[in-house]
């Protein structure tokens, strides 16, 4: 039996070292589960803003389309070759001012011959109507030289006319874009030459949808900015509204005029449009900073005192957003005037955590934020 013994002594020694460590290490994990048991959140410190009632003015915002109050293709009314050019492309030109030659030296010279006839018209016109007072002609000699007097002053002035349109004018004060004929080059009648925009006053369309169709009226103030450049704002006003509701979009074309002082829009450019209406509406809101965004619905964190123990703590509510202005987004449901939102620091808040209300000055919230680059 005593080769048994040693191996059973052994034994019995491990199993008494197990039982020793595995009790200690139940004791352990029962005094740390005591602990977290006993264990207090700590309060998280947000800021609150109290949700309020505000006065928004109602507002129109539109993507538009800037066209000049006058712009035309300069075209060449007759064919003829290019003689001189008298502008440059961008030049800034005012009624009257000559583009363009053509040559009209034929038509120059036809108009000498034309002249010379007219002249010999006269003089016949003269021998016969005098002839006429001393019944030595018959009636149809004195038509006839009127019809030749009144064809010859005929072809003069349409000789006069075609030497004219071959010598090319603004036919309005704006600017020109770019040249699109050289000198010597033939042209053909209806041959474009150079595009004229007046750049003064302009016109910007835009679409309205047809439940502010009631209150667009001619003579309402519009704001008018770049896309690109929001500082580049001009201002005008409706200067016309659509006769038909579009049947697809629902919306009605207005038309607005804006005085292009310092020619920052030129035609064809998009531009943003801002038509404020007359009527304003009463929105409760709170800052955009409150909101936890989330797929499932957004909402944000009411700040309120627990009964039990008096402390504050954040309890997450859903909400329904109907309109964002600024730094402020409108509540439709989910809150009422004077409930506290954790407006910063609500990213790190769950339900139920005690919070404390920080000392930090409040950030200032605006309806028109005006940000500064740094």
Do not use: C
Not at 79 to 99: M, P, Q, T, Y
Not at 262 to 269: S, V
Not at 322 to 341: H, Q
Request: glycine share 6%.
């Amino acid at each position: 039996m005593s080769k048994f013994k040693a191996p059973l002594i052994v034994l019995g020694v491990v199993l008494f070292i197990v039982i020793v460590v595995g009790g200690i290490k139940a004791l352990q994990f029962k005094s740390m589960a005591e602990a977290g048991a006993n264990a207090s959140i700590p309060p998280s410190a947000v800021s609150v803003f109290a949700a309020e009632k505000q006065q928004w003015s109602n507002s129109i915002r539109a993507i538009g389309t800037v066209r000049a109050d006058e712009g035309i293709t300069v075209m060449a009314e007759l064919a003829g070759r290019v003689e001189s050019i008298h502008f440059k492309s961008g030049d800034s030109v005012n009624a009257g001012d000559l583009l363009l030659k053509q040559d009209s030296s034929s038509e120059r010279a036809m108009l000498k011959a034309a002249e010379a006839q007219l002249r010999l018209a006269q003089y016949n016109f003269k021998q016969v109507n005098e002839l006429r007072r001393k019944n030595t002609v018959s009636e149809s000699q004195y038509e006839t030289a009127k019809q030749d007097l009144d064809a010859a002053q005929a072809n003069v002035q349409n000789l006069a006319s075609a030497v004219a349109k071959k010598e090319i004018r603004a036919s309005f004060s704006g600017r020109l874009g770019i040249r699109e004929v050289d000198i010597g080059e033939d042209l053909r009648a209806g041959s474009a030459i150079v595009d004229l925009y007046s750049h003064n006053n302009l016109k910007v369309d835009f679409p309205v949808p047809q439940r502010w169709l009631a209150q667009v009226q001619p003579g309402q103030a519009v704001s008018v900015n770049m896309i690109e450049n929001k500082d580049a704002n001009v201002a005008g006003s409706i200067s016309a509204v659509g006769a038909a509701v579009d049947e697809i979009t629902r919306n009605i074309d207005v038309q607005a005029t804006l005085e292009n002082v310092d020619g920052q829009l030129l035609p064809g450019m998009a531009v943003e449009v801002r038509v404020a209406l007359p009527e304003r509406e009463e929105f409760l809101v709170v800052p955009s900073t409150a909101v936890i965004y989330a797929p499932y619905g957004d909402t944000v964190f009411l700040i309120e005192e627990n009964k039990d123990s008096g402390q504050l703590q954040a309890r997450q509510q859903f909400i329904q957003i109907i309109a964002r202005r600024g730094d402020f987004v409108a509540i439709g449901k989910g809150l009422n005037v004077g409930d506290k939102v954790a407006s910063a620091g609500a990213f790190k808040l769950f339900n139920g955590q005690p919070v404390i209300i920080t000392d930090n000055e409040e950030a200032e919230y605006s309806l028109n934020p005006q940000p500064q680059d740094s």
